[in-house]
């Protein structure tokens, strides 16, 4: 059973940092490309970042671009999204999600950020 | 960015109705139209793939449909687990996008 569990969130002032984790399991992480998806309170999804199977690769939104970095360690079956330089409007659910040729088929059950002063 | 429009907004509906979600994206998309069941405080479910298929485990009482800029979702009999939220999703171009979501609520 495919499994990704989040953790890592919480509240946060501005402008500092916070690092999400994802640990998956289930399936071989290696093989398929991960992302990000963000919820805000009340809103819709937003995808957040992804990154390809070895970790060569990353893509993001233009609104996070040079303040979040994905990342992935394949031997610890663990994916990251370092948080810097937080914003309130940062403020939302984060979603850890494998990203293959179907879109993002499972997902995490997410974890929130605060950025609040 | 493609921009998704979904109708409607909110939709209310008896248990046994045929219901059916809109989708339009601003440029082709190839078909590369998912949708996604949310309920409330879980992660979305993958419906639904590519247009057209049923992803693993989901009832076929759901179907999708649809080319171009234009795709639907059907509930073809709406059971009480049916009511959520659903969003339609394009992997067709960077960045993807989501619709902003359809309230499937009991009438």
């Known amino acids: 059973e495919v499994q990704l569990v989040e953790s890592g969130g919480g509240l946060v002032q501005p402008g500092r940092s916070l690092k999400l984790s994802c640990a998956a399991s289930g399936f071989t992480f290696s093989n398929y490309g991960m992302a990000w998806v963000c919820q805000a309170p009340t809103k819709g999804l937003e995808w957040v970042a992804s990154i390809s199977t070895g970790g060569g ?15 992935r360690d394949n031997a610890k079956n663990t994916l990251y999204l370092q948080m810097d330089s937080l914003r309130s409007e940062d403020t939302a659910t984060y979603y850890c999600a494998r990203h293959g040729q179907l879109g993002f088929d499972y997902w995490g059950q997410g974890v929130m950020v605060t950025v609040s002063s | 960015d493609i921009q998704m429009t979904q109708s409607p907004s909110l939709l209310s509906a008896s248990v046994g109705d045929r219901v059916t979600i809109n989708c339009k994206a601003s440029q082709n998309i190839n078909k590369y139209l998912n949708w996604y069941q949310q309920k409330l405080g879980e992660a979305p479910k993958l419906l639904i793939y590519n247009t057209n298929n049923l992803q693993t485990g989901i009832p076929s009482r759901f179907s999708g449909s649809g080319s171009g800029t234009d795709y639907t979702l059907t509930i073809s009999s709406l059971q009480p687990e049916d009511f959520g939220t659903y969003f339609c999703f394009q992997h067709n171009s960077w960045p993807n996008t989501f619709g902003a979501g359809t309230k499937l609520e009991l009438k």
């Open chain 1, 57 to 71: 690769n990353t893509y993001y939104r233009d609104s996070v671009k040079g303040r979040f970095t994905i990342s």
